[in-house]
DNA sequence: CTTATAAATGTTATATTATTACATAACGTT
DNA sequence: AACGTTATGTAATAATATAACATTTATAAG
């Protein structure tokens, strides 16, 4: 069961807003778009953002410095994220698979180093792009 | 057999750099530390790095706007990169391990997106860290 | 209800990271 | 030499992110 985070008018105005854009939003085009509602300063945005990831509810996309809502209803925590990511159009999606998500949790190296969380991001052509 | 790039002066003072930092280095940081060389202005900092990533020479750790030499002379062109980073102390390092490349290399979903390139990087607490 | 504490907000200024635009020079090939 | 490509120099500016400080609102304990 997800815990209930009540999200404060600034976070929700802001998750609302990246959830109904449906693909990744940069902080400065949220700050935009919200400047009708009251939100004024790059700093607000980014506060708002730093909660909502450190909660699950978004991630960043960190080659591209965006922000997407949470496709995937498990990810109450930003540890264990992977991206499909189209070069092309920049259609972003979250990768969502078991095994995957197994395989990198587990994932130890010669180092003697134990990771707590991983970021994972594949490029390449979406099917749309392609057939271009 | 790696292909030679020749590297333009430039190229060469700044990737020297970053190789005998022994880590990851900031486009600014570079900068100041190749002024006295001659070379003044950020735009010339980032052509440098664009090439040499390009080519493989260094990657750009993404979630720290870093740029760290890589440490796998394999990796000519940064198509498949991994990377361990210490949340305490910031240091990097790239990640060499076939069967994790193999498997990322051939990963694939059920979006019927054919990847062609993948970054991934792990966090946590490195072996002197954990100690402390 | 009151007090204490933590979380969130508002505001201004500033730091950090990266690119645009344009002119010139060096390099590699024929 | 002539050509196309790559690299360089320089100035200005765009885009991304944080510091510092004052105030308000929410949560919980007594
Ligand atoms: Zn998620
Ligand atoms: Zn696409
Ligand atoms: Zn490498
Ligand atoms: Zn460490």
Same mark, same amino acid.
């Given at each position: ?5 009540? =999200? ?6 802001? &998750?609302? #807003? ?5 693909? $990744?939003? *940069?902080?400065?085009?949220? #700050? ?9 300063? $790059? ?5 708002? #953002?730093?909660?909502?990831?450190? @909660?699950?509810?978004?991630?960043? @996309? ?5 922000? @997407?809502?949470?496709?995937? +209803?498990?990810?109450? @925590?930003?540890?264990?994220?992977? &991206? +499909? ?7 972003? +999606? ?5 095994? #995957? ?12 180093? *134990?990771?707590?969380?991983?970021? =994972?991001?594949?490029?390449? =052509?979406?099917?749309?792009?392609? =057939?271009?």
């Amino acid at each position: 069961m997800q815990k209930e985070h009540n =999200l404060s008018k600034n976070q929700k105005i802001i &998750f609302d #807003l990246i959830d109904k854009s449906g693909g $990744p939003m *940069k902080a400065y085009s949220i #700050l935009f778009n919200v400047q009708k509602k009251g939100i004024k300063a $790059p700093l607000q945005v980014y506060r708002a #953002l730093d909660k909502l990831v450190e @909660i699950g509810k978004i991630h960043k @996309i960190e080659s591209r410095n965006a922000f @997407i809502a949470c496709q995937n +209803s498990s990810c109450q @925590i930003s540890k264990a994220t992977a &991206f +499909s990511i189209c070069e092309s159009c920049e259609n972003v +999606s979250e990768i969502s698979n078991s095994k #995957l998500s197994k395989y990198l949790s587990n994932f130890s190296d010669n180092s003697g180093m *134990k990771y707590s969380k991983y970021n =994972l991001e594949f490029f390449g =052509l979406c099917k749309k792009c392609k =057939l271009k």
